[in-house]
């Protein structure tokens, strides 16, 4: 009985609201998280959670497009260089049937109307592939005007934690009968 935590991440945030995400899981399950690029295609048997996360690229989902785009803007090297979540999701299959699975993004602080959110086209395909979503999928928020790596909004790494605290709850609670 573990969880998962796949991210995305180009600057740095996105990794952190991982992190923070998995943290909260750890209190209630064990949990390894990695970047897109390391993460297994077939879930393996034993995950009871996957959590997916990346960042909002023109209001979506990263495209080969929008990450070069990302790394002509980076002042350090990007976190991630290869393909992104869209692409991992095109081959990643629960080896469990309906495995629980919930998405995240992070995006700019804003009406999600304005902003878009790359989270509805993971959680849409997390469920074309099998998985069972859990829960509403979550945007955790980035200032505009800041630091590229260091761009979080105030608070959102204890709501992160939070989060992956609250997923993994109910998923103990099951598994311990
Ligand atoms: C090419 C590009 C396009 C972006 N488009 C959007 C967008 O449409 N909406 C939004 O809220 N944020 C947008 N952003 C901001 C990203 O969401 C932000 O850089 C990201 O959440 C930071 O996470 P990271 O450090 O893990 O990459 C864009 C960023 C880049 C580099």
């Known amino acids: 009985m573990s969880a998962l935590v796949v991210y995305e991440s180009m600057f740095g945030n996105t990794k952190r609201v991982a992190d923070a995400i998995a943290d909260g899981i750890a209190e209630h399950l064990p949990v390894e998280t990695v970047e897109v690029s390391e993460a297994p295609t077939e879930i ?3 995950v009871e959670l996957l959590v997916v996360g990346g960042p909002t690229h023109v209001h979506g989902m990263t495209t080969v497009r929008t ?3 990302a790394a002509l803007r980076a002042t350090s090297p990007l976190l991630s260089r290869g393909s992104g979540i869209r692409e991992w999701l095109e081959k990643a299959r629960p ?3 309906a495995t629980p699975a919930a998405a995240f993004d992070t995006r700019i602080n804003g009406p999600a109307i304005l902003t878009g959110s790359a989270a509805g086209g993971f959680a849409r395909r997390l469920r074309s592939a099998g998985f069972r979503l859990v829960g509403p999928s979550r945007s955790f928020l980035i200032r505009s005007k800041a630091p590229q790596e260091d761009a979080l ?3 959102e790494l204890a709501a992160a934690r939070a989060w992956g605290a609250a997923l993994a709850t109910p998923i103990e609670a099951k598994v311990r009968g």
């Open 95 to 97: 080896k469990m049937k």
């Open 153 to 155: 909004v105030e608070g």
């Open 44 to 46: 393996p048997v034993g």
């Open 67 to 69: 990450r070069a785009s």
